[in-house]
């Protein structure tokens, strides 16, 4: 792994040699580092304590986001090896929290830049982004309940059968971009509130997201299609510079064939679970 060219992004833990700054907040909950190798070498990593044994991977851990200041702490030392490495020509390889989550769960997580603030210190930082102003956080899909059978005197089964549906296509769009190494995130907090998006080089995908289930389709694919040529001409007049891309993306085939055709013709990729042909 030593001398490996980085292309900005970390695809996995197999292979790496991994070190960690101090605890990480994996997945919203504060891990120890000897839990947090644990689990790194079940995915294929060989562990170290410090920075030593040609570590190819550090975890920064539990001053994410903050300038180090302190040159003779050891989180502070790990990442001034790192940067020394790097402008030796050996390129390590720097993760966050968020990004050691996401290996954990086998999908990339970016590699993060180093920069010398004056003394010696060294803090990292998150490379920019395609889309970075326009798609925020990774999507996540949300937990669903259920209503109680008598809390309304409307039915509300339907509502909730077609909220289910949303979010299993959700999830499902998801692991399927997710296995091409592809990351789904949400809005950014001045873009539009469209259900998913994510870039491809220069390239940025804001798709809307329908459930066919409890109502009716063809309300359903028109209210998409406008909802995401709205979302894309708004993002398209606030970034002129921006390759936009619509999609709708539907929770099955749709019975009708001519929604492809006026798809197609708008300008927008229609596309559906579980196949997600198009994308």
């Given at each position: 792994?030593?001398?490996?060219?980085?292309?900005?992004?970390?695809?996995?833990?197999?292979?790496r040699?991994?070190?960690?700054?101090?605890?990480?907040?994996?997945d919203?909950?504060?891990?120890?580092?000897?839990?947090?190798?644990?689990?790194?070498?079940?995915?294929?990593?060989?562990?170290?304590?410090?920075?030593?044994?040609?570590?190819?991977l550090?975890?920064?851990?539990?001053?994410?986001?903050?300038?180090?200041?302190?040159?003779?702490?050891?989180?502070?030392s790990?990442?001034v090896?790192?940067?020394?490495?790097?402008?030796r020509?050996?390129?390590?390889?720097?993760?966050?929290g968020?990004?050691?989550?996401?290996l954990?769960?086998?999908?990339?997580?970016?590699?993060l830049e180093?920069?010398?603030?004056?003394?010696?210190?060294?803090?990292?930082v998150?490379?920019?982004?395609?889309?970075?102003?326009?798609?925020?956080?990774a999507?996540?899909?949300?937990?669903?309940?259920?209503?109680?059978?008598k809390?309304?005197?409307?039915?509300?089964?339907?509502?909730?059968?077609?909220?289910?549906?949303?979010?299993?296509?959700?999830?499902?769009?998801i692991?399927?971009?997710?296995?091409?190494?592809?990351?789904?995130?949400?809005?950014?907090?001045?873009?539009?509130r469209?259900?998913?998006?994510?870039?491809?080089?220069?390239?940025?995908?804001?798709?809307?997201?329908?459930?066919?289930?409890?109502?009716?389709?063809?309300?359903?694919?028109?209210?998409?299609?406008?909802?995401?040529?709205?979302?894309?001409?708004?993002?398209?007049?606030?970034?002129?510079?921006?390759?936009?891309?619509?999609?709708?993306?539907?929770?099955?085939?749709?019975?009708?064939a001519?929604?492809?055709?006026?798809?197609?013709?708008?300008?927008?990729?229609?596309?559906?679970?579980?196949?997600?042909?198009?994308?």
């Open positions: 792994m030593a001398g490996r060219r980085c292309d900005g992004k970390v695809h996995s833990l197999k292979g040699t991994i070190c960690f700054t101090g605890r990480a907040l994996v919203g909950k504060w891990m120890v580092r000897k839990r947090c190798a644990e689990k790194a070498e079940r995915l294929g990593a060989t562990y170290r304590a410090d920075f030593s044994g040609g570590v190819t550090v975890v920064y851990g539990d001053l994410a986001g903050k300038v180090v200041t302190d040159p003779s702490r050891a989180y502070s790990t990442l090896d790192a940067e020394e490495e790097r402008s020509g050996r390129h390590v390889c720097v993760v966050d968020d990004g050691f989550s996401n954990l769960r086998r999908r990339s997580a970016p590699c180093l920069r010398r603030t004056g003394q010696g210190r060294v803090r990292p998150a490379p920019p982004e395609t889309g970075g102003d326009i798609l925020g956080g999507l996540r899909v949300r937990r669903i309940g259920r209503h109680a059978p809390a309304l005197t409307m039915d509300l089964g339907h509502l909730d059968k077609a909220t289910a549906a949303h979010e299993s296509t959700v999830g499902a769009l692991a399927h971009l997710g296995g091409r190494g592809i990351d789904v995130r949400t809005y950014a907090r001045n873009a539009p469209f259900d998913a998006g994510w870039s491809r080089g220069a390239e940025v995908f804001i798709a809307e997201v329908k459930s066919l289930s409890g109502a009716s389709e063809d309300q359903q694919i028109r209210l998409g299609i406008g909802q995401v040529l709205d979302y894309t001409h708004q993002i398209r007049t606030a970034h002129p510079d921006r390759r936009v891309h619509p999609v709708l993306m539907l929770e099955k085939r749709p019975i009708d001519r929604w492809a055709v006026l798809a197609e013709s708008l300008g927008i990729r229609l596309a559906w679970a579980p196949e997600f042909t198009g994308l």
